[in-house]
Each structure stands twice: as structure tokens, then as C-alpha cells.
């Protein structure tokens, strides 16, 4: 089952496709949008979406690949499963080669694409806990002072306490203050965890 916010878009210009789709992903209890053309999508999708893009590759006006294309240019992490012909099979590829999730070709089972949107949506949901998670992080080292922010470079770069108060021209005393500080505000016990969340944000 999907997490409550998330939910699959279908964008597909084939009303019978959108229908059976909605049918199908409906009653395994998902919450479901459908659109008839890439323009109609783009139209709505906000930077909060939630869930997973099932998109068909051929349709006119704008394809399902340079839709692809312009969400990649947006910053979306919204996972997509591309919905092919045997002809596209080729180009889907090439789009998972360029960051699409997955792809199914038509004629294609019920559960082959259920199997597909469970993957998507846990994805999903990892990136979405990873992203709530480097946020905290962000935060946490908002609240440091600048002086802490400096010690804490400095521990993260492996810098020994004497060598920061000599670097910064401080006591060991007030190093090992700010340091203290540094690990009750960014919420870890030890140098690796320390190490570990600010690798994370970068």
C-alpha cells in the first residue's frame, strides 16, 4: 500500500488506458489522478507531489519522454514508470538510463504493473524520509553559532582539540565547550555519527 499523501498520476492520452488504469490502481485501495496530455500534468504538479508518474512515452503535442525531460530540469523526484509500445522499448531504455524508475510494454499484466508502482512507491517513500531527514540536519547546523560551526569543520576535518585552539587561537577549554555544543545541538554521540550527518547534507 502507498503512504497516505502519495499518490499515482496517469498521464496517458488514451481515455480508455486512464480508465482501466484508474480501475485497477483503485480498487488496490491507491489514490489516483489521471491526465490526458503532458501540458495538463505540468499544468498541476507542484514541488510537494507525492507518489509516482505513469506515463505513457508516445503522445502528441509533448511525449511522455520530454516530459521526462522538462521534470528532470524542475529538481522532481517523483519516480516514473514508463508505459511503452514494443517499438519504444529502445527509448525507454535510454530514459532509465537517464533517471526514469521503470518501464512496462503493452500489452502488459495487471500485476506486472502493480509489482512496478509498489517498487516506485517504496522508492518514494525513502527519498521523501532521506529528504525530512537531511532537512533536520540543515537545521540543526542553522542553530550553530559561527564560532561552533568552525569547531565543528574543524572535528569533522580531524582536527585534535589542541591543533582547533591553535588554529582558531582559543583554549583547549573552550574548544572542548564548543564541541560539547556542537554534539548536543546536532543531536549525535560520537565523532562518526558527527561525521556521518554532516556528509550527508554535504
Known sequence: MSEPTQTIYVVDDDEAM????????EGEGYRVACFDSAAAFLKARRDDLRGCLVLDVRMP?????????KLDALGSTLPIIFVTGHGDVPMAVGALQR???????????DEDLLVRIRR???LEAELAAR???DDAIVHRIGQLTQREREVMELVVAGKLNKQIADQLNISMKTVE???????EKMGVRT????????????
Open 18 to 25: 486512464r480508465d482501466s488504469m484508474t480501475w485497477l490502481l
Open 61 to 69: 503535442d509533448m511525449s511522455g519522454l520530454e516530459l521526462h525531460e
Open 99 to 109: 533517471g526514469a524508475c521503470d518501464f512496462i510494454e503493452k500489452p502488459f499484466h
Open 120 to 122: 516506485a512507491l517504496e
Open 131 to 133: 529528504r525530512r531527514q
Open 177 to 183: 565547550a564548543h564541541r560539547a555544543r556542537v554534539m
Open 191 to 202: 565523532l562518526a555519527e558527527l561525521v556521518k550527518v554532516t556528509m550527508a547534507v554535504g
